[in-house]
């Protein structure tokens, strides 16, 4: 009871520390300005607006994918936004054909479905933690294979329209994201976001490889549930729960804590800035609906190229706001999308951890 007692405690300070960075990073950013920032800004919140735009004008069915891949893909130079944009659209291709492949041979297999989505997650955790240059390619393509397999079991029958609209999405917005990158940013180097993961270039020590075979497979267990616990309970937001499963893992309970805690936040303050804009008369315009989303979009990007102690707060954020008010075909209007964003963040991060902790040695 005193080991579990302790590892509950290791949880809390994680969060604390993770949460003082965070407070500590936004404190810089809000201390001074920069160009550089500002230009990546302008880049990323008008390729996303674009995309949004295109995506509704294309009659696409989640116009707010075309958006969001413009914002994860926008880095600060363009060399880093081509080559990540080209790895996203090469990962999600074949994630999503090599899915379908798996779905049509084992569909109404729940048991077959299910054994895909775990092997599928702790293999994209390993290989991403491994490979070098292509990881987020690998990492990508786990994504999508996890997402349709869990799709697959919620809504078999729409699988084939589900991936179509997914990968044309996403690469909407990956190739706004690179023509505005181009246009805003240029090839300046960039130093301070790495295209690939931290550890893809460097060897990792046994400690650390056991300690990623448990990482891996607590997530995989979380995958594995998902469904489950949906299925069992009836609860909304199953896929949103799954993003968050992939994203959140990172090699070490410290850094997941982190990237936790800052995806919350950015869920938090973008979801409630969207839907204080819904309630108000600028968001039921597609003119000042634009440039309002605009303008906020903007100023959780140059967040996003900043600091890295609250960057991803910054990303999450914009993501939050894109969910918020982009809901189908214009101005979004219901107060469900971003509260089933939040839960199934909260739900995801408390699921991964119950598991890590019952995986841990006393």
């Not at 995309?51 to 994860?72: D, M, T």
């Not at 893809?200 to 075979?213: D, R, T, Y």
């Amino acid at each position: 009871m005193s080991a579990r007692w302790l590892f509950i405690k290791d949880d809390m300070m994680y969060a604390a520390s993770a949460f003082e960075e965070f407070k500590q990073g936004l404190a810089h950013e809000l201390s001074h300005f920069s160009r550089t920032q500002a230009r990546c800004a302008l880049g990323a919140a008008t390729a996303a607006l674009c995309a949004v735009l295109i995506a509704n004008w294309l009659n696409l069915e989640k116009p707010y994918w075309a958006g969001i891949s413009a914002l994860v893909v926008s880095r600060s130079s363009y060399d880093a936004s081509l080559v990540k944009g080209i790895l996203r659209i090469i990962g999600t291709i074949c994630g999503c054909v090599l899915a379908l492949i798996l779905l049509g041979a084992f569909i109404g297999n729940v048991f077959a479905i299910l054994c895909i989505i775990f092997f599928t997650s702790v293999a994209t955790v390993v290989v991403t933690e491994i490979r070098g240059k292509d990881s987020y390619a690998w990492s990508m393509s786990g994504f999508m294979i996890v997402l349709l397999s869990i799709a697959g079991l919620v809504v078999p029958q729409n699988i084939f329209d589900f991936a179509f609209f997914r990968t044309f999405e996403i690469s909407l917005g990956t190739l706004m994201a690179i023509v505005m990158s181009a246009v805003f940013v240029g090839s300046e180097p960039d130093e301070n976001i790495p295209v690939t993961s931290p550890s893809a270039n460097s060897k990792i020590s046994p400690a650390q490889e056991s300690e990623l075979i448990k990482q891996a497979i607590s997530l995989a267990l979380a995958m594995v549930s998902v469904p489950l616990i949906w299925r069992w309970l009836d609860l909304p937001g199953i896929l949103q729960i799954g993003v968050t499963s992939l994203i959140l893992l990172q090699p070490s309970p410290e850094l997941t804590w982190r990237k936790g805690i800052l995806r919350i936040s950015g869920c938090v303050i973008g979801g409630s800035i969207g839907l204080l804009l819904l309630g108000t008369t600028p968001g039921h315009y597609l003119i000042t609906w634009a440039a309002s989303y605009w303008v906020l979009l903007l100023i959780f990007s140059y967040i996003d190229h900043g600091d890295p102690r609250c960057s991803y707060m910054g990303l999450q954020g914009g993501i939050a706001l894109t969910l918020t008010l982009v809901q189908g075909l214009g101005p979004g209007t219901e107060l469900q999308p971003p509260i089933t964003r939040l839960c199934g963040i909260l739900a995801a991060l408390v699921l991964w951890n119950i598991i890590h902790a019952l995986l841990e040695k006393n």
